[in-house]
T-cell receptor
């Protein structure tokens, strides 16, 4: 089954404790991206990647890091989480790059709480 | 980046057509309009997309004005399961998705 898998789905952590949210897709998609969703603010893009070893900032990259060492994985790293990073996070993937853009496939979301 | 503007909320009677508008007045000639919906806090789901011609699939129809500055998503016979937030986005960049702005969408409430 074609899917985007995020882990963990739910996490409560404390300020400053490094954490990683993993994202994996099984559709051989070139493009992957991370979003955060907060009440009243819609979906905002954090980082995106056009292909392996190619990443770029979205609209709200501060406080986050990403890496794209393999095509299927795109982890989101919070080096020193703060309470303002409490949010619902979504990973998405699609065909892209040189192809006509196709639809984005989203994961089920990861709800993160930073105390 | 081309931005989109949508009404924050709309109601629709069950069984009636739901017409959701979107303004994208700064869209470029090679940019597509995409529609997604999000039910509760699930991951957004693709609905339809188009460039300049009207499009229809099993879920919805997309009407794009001739000047491409606005579009309308039509759900022909809305059901309670269509209650969701609907996002209209414009693909920026060339050769695929790059920076993608979703905005806050339209919250559609289908009323029995």
């Amino acid at each position: 089954e074609a899917q985007v898998t995020q882990n963990p789905r739910y996490l409560i952590t404390v300020t400053g404790k490094k954490l990683t949210v993993t994202c994996s897709q099984n559709m051989n998609h070139e493009y992957m991206s991370w979003y955060r969703q907060d009440p009243g603010l819609g979906l905002r893009q954090i980082y995106y990647s056009m292909n392996v070893e190619v990443t770029d900032k979205g609209d709200v990259p501060e406080g986050y890091k990403v890496s794209r060492k393999e095509k299927r994985n795109f982890p989101l790293i919070l080096e020193s989480p703060s309470p303002n990073q409490t949010s619902l996070y979504f990973c998405a993937s699609s065909f892209g790059s040189l192809a006509v853009a196709r639809e984005l496939f989203f994961g089920e979301g990861s709800r993160l709480t930073v105390l | 980046d081309a931005k989109t503007t949508q009404p924050p909320s709309m109601d629709c009677a069950e069984g009636r057509a739901a017409n959701l508008p979107c303004n994208h007045s700064t869209i470029s000639g090679n940019e597509y309009v995409y529609w997604y919906r999000q039910i509760h806090s699930q991951g957004p789901q693709y609905i339809i997309h188009g460039l300049k011609n009207n499009e229809t699939n099993e879920m919805a129809s997309l009407i794009i004005t001739e000047d491409r500055k606005s579009s309308t998503l039509i759900l022909p016979h809305a059901t309670l399961r269509d209650t969701a937030v609907y996002y209209c986005i414009v693909r920026v960049g060339s050769g695929g998705y790059q920076k993608v702005t979703f905005g806050t969408g339209t919250k559609l409430q289908v009323i029995p």
